[in-house]
Structures are given as C-alpha cells and as structure tokens.
C-alpha cells in the first residue's frame, strides 16, 4: 500500500513531466439588456498539461469543400486542476473544449480528460 508521501511524490514527478502550460477558461453567460445573454470566457488558472490527438478517434469531415481531420484529443492536467466539462483550456494558441473526463484511477496522480479543437 503506497503511503500519503509516495503519492505525493509521484504527483510531483507527474506535473514536471507535463511539457506544456495551458490557461483553463469558463464560461459565465452576462445579460445583455435585451433579453439575450452574452457568452464570456473567463481565465481561471494556468496548469502544467499535455495535449496529443487520439488517434483512434479521428473521424473526418468537409468544411469549405476540404476534407479535415477533427477529433478527439487526450488532454493531462495535474490531479488537482480545476477544470470541467465544457471548459476551455488554451494551449500554445490554441483552445481546446473539454468534452469528458476520463474515469478516475484508484491513485489519481494525473487528470485525463477529452477534449475537442475549438475550430
């Protein structure tokens, strides 16, 4: 049985392994005075992350008589990330949708969750 340290440390070892820096984002809906609400997103935080495409998941689609590849990405956060469905995070210019999160572990020394391009 690992202890409160070992996990710890291994949550540690796991963000400095992340190579990547992301700005997480909500949405928050205003009113706009004309019965209609406008859609804001907001940072809430920097995170460590990584981000690769899954490759088992990539359909393709047309958009504007081209055929592209859109799907599914794997993004990694630290295990403590405040980051839901539906949020955004922002990685190297580019912003990213969070589709799911992906079933916790016993551990949880890493977040994974799913996310899409946000075209």
Not at 67 to 84: C, H, K, M, R, S
Request: hydrophobic letters at 35%.
């Amino acid at each position: 049985m690992l202890t409160e340290a070992e996990i710890s440390e291994m949550r540690r070892t796991a963000e400095a392994a992340l190579p990547s820096r992301g700005q997480i984002q909500r949405r928050t809906l205003t009113p706009d005075g004309y019965g209609n609400q406008t859609e804001t997103w907001n940072a809430l935080t920097w995170v460590r992350c990584r981000i690769h495409r899954d490759k088992a998941k990539t359909p393709e689609r047309e958009q504007a008589g081209v055929i592209t590849a859109v799907g599914d990405f794997n993004l990694t956060v630290p295990w403590n990330a405040p980051i839901e469905a539906k949020d955004r995070i922002v990685i190297n210019n580019t912003t990213y949708e969070v589709t799911e999160p992906v079933t916790d572990t016993s551990w949880r020394i890493t977040r994974q969750l799913r996310a899409q391009e946000v075209v």
